[in-house]
């Protein structure tokens, strides 16, 4: 159960990045990945196979999560997958297929965890409260996160970076903000501040169960989901120092959820999939200005050519 979770988490990312429609996510003739079902135990099992359509791509991946929600333990989380993961990942893909109704199920389905008092010791301390599943690292296990933002006085070479707009979309008093868009060393987060690389890194945590719960409902509509939607906003502004919102209308509620998403999840590889799949990244970043095409990314030339020829190029590159 927990590999072919992990089958459906990596496929969920491959197709994100490499499939789909400009458009977005889960409409007719979005392109997919090649999918391999059987083990690769001779070099004929390991040739070349053609890509699958976006759907069926999308159908191997609810059937893992499908498989690892009956099997997995109930309240595992953390380091080891358990049903709470696979109820999380089955909303994600949900939310970015606008299956609303299956995303606040499956979103309502991830038993209920009490939030870190501080969203920097989240980072500071390890597997905290509201941790789903996190991959742990130490000085021997590193991962390289830290050492591509810190400038190299702090051990790193400063190869990313937080936009200017990041830093302005948090409010006044937003105590995310410093952490999101550290002054010091200046242009870092304080989510990945070990350049011995031992920072982990966290897959799901609760927040991001609680927004996708959040915008699903609103997107579904009606006086009762709208109320149950503002009150998972609020507690997640709340820990933020912030006020809470008002409803006001359907379509304000949704905006002030996916500004929400973008200053909590920042810097944890959620960005560029809800501008796909809220058809906003050609709007958003500048350089993809009339060049919808980019929004799937290339496939690169090594699996072209290993292909045969079953492989082809994305359209437009």
């Not at 933020?240 to 920042?266: F, H, M, N, S």
């Amino acid at each position: 159960a927990e590999a072919r979770l992990l089958r459906a988490f990596h496929y969920m990312n491959l197709l994100g990045y490499w499939g789909g429609t400009p458009e977005g996510y889960g409409y007719p003739g979005g392109l997919g990945v090649p999918v391999r079902l059987t083990p690769t135990n001779s070099p004929a099992d390991g040739a070349p196979i053609a890509r699958s359509s976006e759907q069926e791509v999308i159908a191997v991946i609810n059937a893992d999560i499908e498989f690892a929600i009956a099997n997995l333990p109930a309240a595992r989380r953390g380091q080891y997958l358990g049903q709470p993961a696979a109820n999380a990942l089955k909303a994600r893909l949900a939310l970015r297929n606008r299956d609303y109704a299956t995303a606040a199920a499956a979103a309502a389905a991830v038993p209920v965890l009490t939030l870190s008092p501080s969203y920097e010791a989240i980072y500071i301390s390890k597997n905290t409260s509201e941790s789903i599943w996190e991959m742990n690292f130490d000085p021997t296990d590193t991962n390289q996160l830290a050492f591509f933002y810190l400038p190299s006085a702090n051990g790193g070479r400063t190869e990313v970076a937080f936009t200017t707009s990041l830093e302005q979309a948090h409010e006044a008093g937003d105590t995310r903000r410093p952490v999101n868009a550290a002054a010091a060393p200046a242009g870092t987060t304080r989510k990945y501040t070990r350049p011995v690389g031992d920072d982990n890194v966290v897959l799901i945590r609760y927040p991001e169960v609680m927004l996708t719960r959040a915008e699903a409902l609103a997107r579904i509509g009606g006086a009762a989901n709208l109320t149950t939607a503002l009150g998972l906003l609020n507690q997640v502004r709340s820990r933020a120092g912030l006020a809470a919102k008002a409803v006001t209308t359907q379509q304000a509620l949704i905006d002030d959820i996916l500004r929400e998403r973008r200053v909590e999840l920042a810097h944890e590889g959620f960005r560029w999939f809800d501008l796909r799949r809220t058809g906003l990244a050609l709007t958003t970043v500048p350089s993809l200005a009339n060049q919808g095409f980019r929004l799937l990314w290339p496939i690169p030339q090594r699996e072209l050519l290993n292909s045969n020829g079953l492989v082809t190029q994305n359209p437009g590159y």
